[in-house]
């Protein structure tokens, strides 16, 4: 399977603009023969808008509808990142939409991180997996990342790749030099990784968006600056899987 990942500034609550660098990027995705491309976490309308909740997006959004069409017209899936409004609430989702443009998968954020994210959104509940081009594949959001109990428990239900929208910000440098690839590691599966780069508001981003193979191998890494990162997913070696579930002792 043939990952992409757009590492991108927020577009600041400019839905337009915000769409257009999801069709720019699904365009070159397609080129590459990309299954899937990931990006950011709410990047529709902009992580860190001040505004965010009242901004949030019902599903027949106009800007819903006009990245569904970009994943039809390019014929690649996109994992996108989004404040959802529903039932009176306001979730930090990432939706799957398949590239004939029809909604996969609805994955709603976990672990919530800080009392901003807390203060404006519902957690989810639930894990969410589906299966694309044949392989099986998970959403995970930002934080929920760095918790092994959920990476573990998508790896026994045989995921083989987690595809995660985030807007990991300074001092946090080490989620995507260790955590992130160590994940992959430790669970014997891959983790595309789409960041922000750039400022929003009083929040600098670390960049280092990154595609991690399951034995923690980096297949493609940005460093600061706007990137799309392009990586084939290898198999997994039988000489180098993972036993920790099997061998774990509870003491």
């Not at 600041?12 to 990309?34: H, K, P």
């Not at 997006?57 to 899936?77: I, K, N």
């Not at 595809?163 to 430790?186: G, Y």
């Not at 198999?235 to 920790?244: A, G, K």
Request: net charge negative.
């Amino acid at each position: 399977m043939r990952l992409a990942v757009l590492q991108a500034p927020s577009a600041g609550g400019d839905l337009s603009a915000a769409c257009v660098a999801v069709e720019q990027a699904l365009a070159a995705a397609a080129a590459a023969g990309a299954t899937v491309l990931v990006v950011p976490e709410v990047f529709l309308p902009g992580y860190n808008h001040p505004e965010v909740a009242r901004l949030a997006l019902a599903d027949d959004a106009p800007a819903l509808q006009r990245v569904r069409q970009a994943a039809r017209t390019a014929g690649t899936a996109l994992v996108v990142g989004y404040a959802e409004a529903d039932a009176g609430l306001v979730w930090n989702t990432a939706l799957c939409i398949g590239p004939d443009g029809h909604d996969f998968a609805r994955y709603r954020k976990i672990q919530l991180y800080g009392p901003r994210e807390k203060s404006i959104y519902t957690p989810g509940d639930r894990f969410v997996t589906f299966t694309l081009a044949g392989r099986k594949l998970a959403l995970l959001i930002c934080y929920d990342v760095e918790f092994a109990p959920h990476v573990a428990a998508l790896a026994a239900e045989g995921v083989e790749a987690i595809l995660a929208p985030t807007a990991n910000m300074m001092p946090f440098t080490h989620v995507v030099r260790h955590t992130v690839p160590a994940m992959a590691a430790n669970h014997g599966l891959a983790i595309a990784y789409a960041n922000f780069c750039g400022t929003e508001g009083d929040l600098t981003y670390v960049g280092g968006s990154l595609i991690a193979g399951p034995h923690g191998e980096v297949l493609a890494q940005a460093g600061e600056h706007p990137a799309l990162l392009i990586a084939d997913i290898p198999p997994v070696d039988p000489q180098r899987i993972t036993t920790q579930a099997q061998d774990y002792r509870k003491v």
